[in-house]
């Protein structure tokens, strides 16, 4: 058991509040999309429009608010977005029709990306350096424990398949917001970096970052698969019952709570990052491969070809995420971390902004040809990060060891 926990101090503060709000979460990612389809009474293709823009909105916000971590403390700024992501959930309760739909999501997408911004200032100010890949896996599998805990709960939401029983996961997520506050309110505040007033945000102009960051950003695309792509995809193209979508998201989620810490002790430099993501790319091909395979399939099928994609999805995503946070903080200059990682995080508000949109039309409408696409343009972008973080490392003022080619 002591292997599943971060060391007692901040780290295991961190994972507490990480844990707080995501057993909420897990029953928020199993049902949203069941919920804004039967519940709200919007189309599939409208809640992947209204998903983009919300999350372009908070790809925009995620740099200015990390710099605000920076410069005002990450303690504060975070505890402040996570009472905002609270609201934003509740603020769900109470939307019918299209646009109270899109000013909610507008506002949970930016809470969500300035508070990603301030947990990792806010662990830059806690943590050395070289324990930073460590705690992030041990954050990710405390995460995904709570989220497995919670999609089990939505699992019975949907089971029930009543708008009560929709609207008491929400009401659950957005409490588990507020909890989150109150923990990080338990953390010692870390000074802030002291950037000059007026000073531009030097993330925008570094240019080999930013080009690590957005192969990132496509890598990334997995994320809508099992809060959103996956579910429609299992309702409307295969046989196999709609409750499977909650046992998917347990299994990708146990598996990350076991395993990802065991994963990132393979990445301890920028060498063995490049190799972790080039290894998840064809891991996601094979993925998207498998996945294909469910559709016009008797259910029995159906369930194993689902069941065998999310194996190797989850083992494509431990790789990728260790690989991605090794680099993300290497190639961060000191005192800029909540900047650089406004943009390095705003690969996943990007990746919620197209994936959504990306994912839908891909799957739903080309099928098995969207499959592939998807694993080739994750297979490339895994293979282009070698030569990109070697450029980036070769910028740093005090260059990391450079990857392989």
Known sequence: MSRLLPPPGPQ????LAQLANSVGDGAYYVTSALYFTHVVGLAPT???????AAWAVGSVVGVPLGRIADRRGPRGTAVLLALATGAAVASFLVVRGFLPFLA????????QSGLAAARQALLAGLVAP?????????LQSTLNAGLAVGAGLGGIALTAQAGAAYRAVFAVDALSFLLCALV??????????????????EVLRDRPYALVALLNTVLLLRMPLLSLALPLWISERTGAPEWLVSVLFVLNTAAVTLFQVRTARAVTGLTTAVRAIR????????????????????????????????????????????GSWQLGFDLAPAGR??????????GVTVARTLGPLLLTTLLMELGTTGWLLLGGMILAASYAMGPASRRAAATRPAPAAAPAA
């Open 12 to 15: 295991r503060t961190l994972a």
């Open 46 to 52: 409208r809640i992947g429009l209204g998903l983009t």
């Open 104 to 111: 909610a999501a507008c506002c949970y997408a930016t809470a």
């Open 130 to 138: 070289a324990e930073r890949t460590g705690a992030l896996a041990y």
């Open 184 to 201: 990080l309110l338990r953390l010692p505040p870390v000074a802030p970096a002291g950037a000059p007033p007026g000073a531009r945000i």
């Open 279 to 322: 290894r998840s790319g064809v891991l996601a091909l094979l993925t998207c491969a498998v996945f294909a395979l469910s559709a016009g399939t008797p259910a029995w099928l159906a369930v194993t070809a689902l069941a065998g994609g999310s194996v190797l999805l989850v083992a494509a995503e431990m790789l990728q995420s260790a």
């Open 337 to 346: 971390v909540g900047e650089y990682q406004g943009l390095f995080g705003a």
